[in-house]
Each structure stands twice: as structure tokens, then as C-alpha cells.
T-cell receptor, first 115, second 108 residues
Framework: EAQVTQNPRYLITVTGKKLTVTCSQN?????MSWYRQDPGLGLRQIYY???????DKGDVPEGYKVSRKEKRNFPLILESPSPNQTSLYFC??????????????FGSGTRLTVV | QQPVQSPQAVILREGEDAVINCSSS?????VHWYRQKHGEAPIFLMI?????EQKGHDKISASFNEKKQQSSLYLTASQLSYSGTYFC?????????FGTGTRLQVFP
């Protein structure tokens, strides 16, 4: 089944403790992206990648890092999480930059709470 | 800048129609529409690539007015399963930027 897999689904952590949210897709998509979703603010892009070793900042990149060493994986790293990073996070992938005929495929989401 | 969607929320009875609008301050290369059920991932509905294009499947369709930098989503004879939050996504250059969202609730 074609899908984007995110782990974990839920995570509670303490301020300052480094964490990684994994994202993997099995569709051979070149384009991958991370979004955070907060009430009233919709989906805001954190980082995106157009191909292996090519990443760029989205609209809200502060406090986050990403890497794209393999085409299928695009982990999101929070080096020193803070409470304002408490949010619902989505990874998405697409065959084309603009989404193409099939749009973006989203993972199931990771609900992160930083205390 | 995020595209602005209107209305912010819609409440319908089954069988009623609704229109959701998406307006961008920047030129649009394409427009996406997604639906998200509470606590779930957004699901792709359709993409409109050209100005003047109209698309649809089942009883959900959309139009794209490139000149006005607007798109509209039309839900006809709504069903309970249509409930959720609808997002438009505007694509320009290398980003897909999502709109503010419209929450749709359909009651029996």
C-alpha cells in the first residue's frame, strides 16, 4: 500500500530533550515536506526537500532541523524542544514539486507535547 | 501569505449545498483542495492547474479563476461523510501554502 509512515503517533517530552520524528514514504517520491498544525493557524510548512541532500526552509523553520540522506526518509529533529513546539506535525510527500495529479500524501500525524 | 478561506465555518443539513472560497494575494500556479477529519491526516481531493479549469467527482467540484487568484469548492447535496475541515493549497514557486481552513459540519 502506498503510504507515508510517521512515528511516533504521540510523544510527550520535557523541555530541552532532543527528539526525532521519523517519516518514511514507499512511493519513490522526490518531494517531501514537514508541516505543523495549530488551532486557528492551519498547516504551516517547516522544511521541505526536493531531492536527496536538498532541503530548504519553509515558513516556520526556527527550532527544527531535517535531513534527507535517502529518498524515502525525511526525519524531523528538534534539538532542544520548547513548549511552543507543542503541536500536531504532519509529513507529506509528492511525486512533483507542485503536487502533480495526485497531490500530496500525508502521514497520520505526530502529536507532540513539550512540558 | 496564507490564502484566505471563507467562510470559516459552515453548518448544513444533509442534502444542502455549500460553497467554500479560497483567495490568494499572490499569483497561483495551481490550487489543491484537501479534506481533514478531526485528528486525521488531510486527504487530497483535487488539483486545478489552469485558470478557468473546473473539476469534480461525485458531488464535489471546484473552479479556479486565475485572474482573480481565487478558487471555489462546491459541495452539492451534502452527505454526513462530508463533515471535516477543508483546506485549499496554493502552489507558487516551490511551496504549497495552505489556507486557513473551513470547518464543515453536516447534520442529519
Amino acid at each position: 500500500e502506498a503510504q507515508v509512515t510517521q512515528n511516533p503517533r504521540y510523544l510527550i517530552t520535557v523541555t530541552g530533550k532532543k527528539l526525532t520524528v521519523t517519516c518514511s514514504q514507499n512511493m519513490n517520491h522526490e518531494y517531501m515536506s514537514w508541516y505543523r498544525q495549530d488551532p486557528g493557524l492551519g498547516l504551516r510548512q517547516i522544511y521541505y526537500s526536493m531531492n536527496v541532500e536538498v532541503t530548504d526552509k519553509g515558513d516556520v523553520p526556527e527550532g527544527y532541523k531535517v535531513s534527507r540522506k535517502e529518498k524515502r526518509n525525511f526525519p524531523l529533529i528538534l534539538e532542544s524542544p520548547s513548549p511552543n513546539q507543542t503541536s500536531l506535525y504532519f509529513c507529506a510527500s509528492s511525486s512533483e514539486l507542485g503536487g502533480g495529479a495526485h497531490g500530496y500524501t500525508f502521514g497520520s500525524g505526530t502529536r507532540l507535547t513539550v512540558v | 501569505q496564507q490564502p484566505v478561506q471563507s467562510p470559516q465555518a459552515v453548518i448544513l443539513r444533509e442534502g444542502e449545498d455549500a460553497v467554500i472560497n479560497c483567495s490568494s494575494s499572490k499569483a497561483l500556479y495551481s490550487v489543491h483542495w484537501y479534506r481533514q477529519k478531526h485528528g486525521e491526516a488531510p486527504i487530497f481531493l483535487m488539483i486545478l492547474l489552469k485558470g478557468g479549469e473546473q473539476k469534480g467527482h461525485d458531488k464535489i467540484s471546484a473552479s479556479f479563476n486565475e485572474k482573480k487568484q481565487q478558487s471555489s469548492l462546491y459541495l452539492t447535496a451534502s452527505q454526513l461523510s462530508y463533515s471535516g475541515t477543508y483546506f485549499c493549497g496554493s502552489h507558487n514557486t516551490d511551496k504549497l501554502i495552505f489556507g486557513t481552513g473551513t470547518r464543515l459540519q453536516v447534520f442529519p
